[in-house]
């Protein structure tokens, strides 16, 4: 099986702290993703990357930057917290062979909270 | 251009009764179509996929979603529901073979309630 693992769970960081949010996929999957999750909005995509050291900003970048020096491992980064980065965040990969056709396979979601 | 629309956002339901979750999508060209379910505090795990094949598509735990394009519908059914279904659904599009030319729409969600 697929496992696509997010290392915090849950995170309590305060206003101007870098937050780093580990993803570790098992599968060698070229395509990683980062979404944020808030309720009544659904999941935003911040950032892609389909091979290593290459990234692609998705519909909310602004605050965040991305990191993928393995195949495996894609880092989202906070660079200074604030309250309104409080949130869900899922990690997802996906198989280039399969294109958008694919399933997306998920973390189980790091919940961010920012005091 | 694609895009999603989830019709409702809370649909009540009572243990033994029919499910119906409705999504509507646009899309230039022939899409995928996806569902997937989120259980309190987890990750997205999917239900079932639509790739042009058999307009009527079978997931796991007994769900079932039909693909209509005259109507640019998606909606996922299941005929008896479980205390277990409850749960936040996710109606998905996506069109292109190409990461770069086409992104994954995700719908705004559903969360289904189950009534004893």
């Known amino acids: 099986d697929v496992k696509v693992t997010q290392s915090s769970r849950y995170l309590v960081k305060r206003t101007g702290e870098k937050v780093f949010l580990e993803c570790v996929q098992d599968?060698?999957?070229?395509?990683m993703f980062w979404y944020r999750q808030d309720p009544g909005l659904g999941l935003r995509l911040i950032y892609f990357?389909?091979?290593?050291?290459?990234?692609e900003k998705g519909d909310i970048p602004e605050g965040y930057s991305v990191s993928r020096e393995k195949k495996e491992r894609f880092s989202l980064i906070l660079e200074s917290a604030s309250t309104n980065q409080t949130s869900m965040y899922l990690c997802?990969?996906?198989?280039?062979?399969?294109?958008?056709?694919?399933?997306?396979?998920f973390g189980e979601g790091s919940r961010l909270t920012v005091l | 251009a694609q895009s999603v629309t989830q019709l409702d956002s809370h649909v009540s339901v009572s243990e033994g009764t029919p499910v119906l979750l409705r999504c509507n999508y646009s899309?230039?060209?022939?899409?995928?179509l996806f569902w997937y379910v989120q259980h309190p505090n987890k990750g997205l795990q999917l239900l079932l996929k639509?790739?042009?094949?058999?307009?009527l598509v079978k997931g796991i735990n007994g769900f079932e979603a039909e693909f209509k394009k005259s109507e640019t519908s998606f909606h996922l059914t299941k005929p008896s529901a479980h205390m277990s279904d409850a749960a936040e659904y996710f109606c998905v599009v996506s069109g292109s073979w190409t990461l770069r030319d086409d992104k994954i729409i995700f719908g705004k969600g559903t969360r289904l309630h189950i009534l004893p």
């Open positions: 899309s230039s060209y022939s899409p995928s």
């Open positions: 599968m060698d999957h070229e395509n």
């Open positions: 997802a990969s996906i198989p280039i062979a399969g294109g958008y056709t694919g399933e997306l396979f």
């Open positions: 639509y790739t042009s094949a058999a307009t």
């Open positions: 990357s389909y091979d290593v050291k290459m990234k």
